[in-house]
């Protein structure tokens, strides 16, 4: 069976400093892979989605990147987080068919 | 856009009461799908309607499909409180991008004990 495993699950970091955050999916191949940001409350933001390795999709021009160096991995990364960064970030993955499914979520804080 | 607009955006029942949601949209779709989301916790897919269905039922979820007022609802029956979440749809453009699959701000739908 197919699962996606997002890490870490919380993170508190400075203005200023590195991100990245981790997606896999295990268990398909050729996934469509997507990257949300959630504010408190709020709906959900998409930010970007892969169709393919290396093939990114941005849907929000800010100090965010994403990266899909294998299949099944996709990556978010900023160089200097922002205070607005903060928010609970998703990655889903589609295999082709109309459903999305969800990892748990990452709860960043920038302070 | 493929983003619904959910309505209300906050609901309150008691438990053993029944809820309603609602989703409109803008263009004509090939498919819609409900999503529930527990706080802190990612999206899980609920059900699924496609435009030429007009009532799809999942458990004590009932979904409703209006394509003539671009409407959709979310009915939950004898609710508990372990219904309490965020409840979102999106649907799918028909010849709309496969790809960008957005979703709007939801319905928090809270059930007392």
Same mark, same amino acid.
């Given at each position: ?51 393919? &390795?290396?093939? &990114? ?55 | ?7 209300? @955006?906050?609901? $309150?029942? @008691? ?11 803008? %263009?004509?779709?090939?498919?819609? @799908? ?23 039922? $999942? ?12 409407? $959709? ?10 219904? %309490? ?8 453009? $028909? ?14 739908? %809270?059930?007392?004990?």
């Amino acid at each position: 069976s197919q699962t996606i495993h997002q890490w870490p699950a919380t993170l508190v970091q400075p203005v200023g400093s590195p991100l990245s955050l981790e997606c896999t999916v295990e268990g398909t191949s050729n996934p469509n892979l997507y990257w949300y940001r959630q504010a408190a409350g709020r709906g959900l933001q998409l930010l970007f989605y892969s169709v393919g &390795i290396g093939q &990114i999709s941005s849907e929000v021009p800010q100090n965010l990147s994403a990266s899909r160096p294998q299949d099944r991995q996709f990556i978010l990364s900023s160089k200097k987080l922002l205070l607005s960064d903060s928010g609970f970030y998703l990655c889903a993955w589609r295999d082709g068919g109309e459903k999305l499914f969800f990892g748990s979520g990452t709860q960043l804080s920038v302070l | 856009s493929q983003q619904g607009e959910e309505d209300p @955006q906050a609901l $309150s029942i @008691q438990e053993g009461e029944n809820a309603t949601m609602n989703c409109s949209y803008k %263009t004509s779709i090939n498919n819609l @799908q409900w999503y529930r989301q527990n706080s802190g916790r990612g999206l899980v897919h609920l059900i699924l309607i496609r435009s030429n269905e007009r009532e799809k039922h $999942s458990g004590r979820l009932r979904v409703t499909l209006d394509t003539s007022k671009k409407s $959709s609802s979310l009915l939950i029956t004898a609710s508990r409180a372990a219904d %309490t979440a965020s409840y979102f749809c999106k649907h799918r453009n $028909s010849g709309g991008s496969n790809y960008k699959l957005t979703f709007g701000k939801g319905t928090l739908l %809270t059930v007392n004990p």
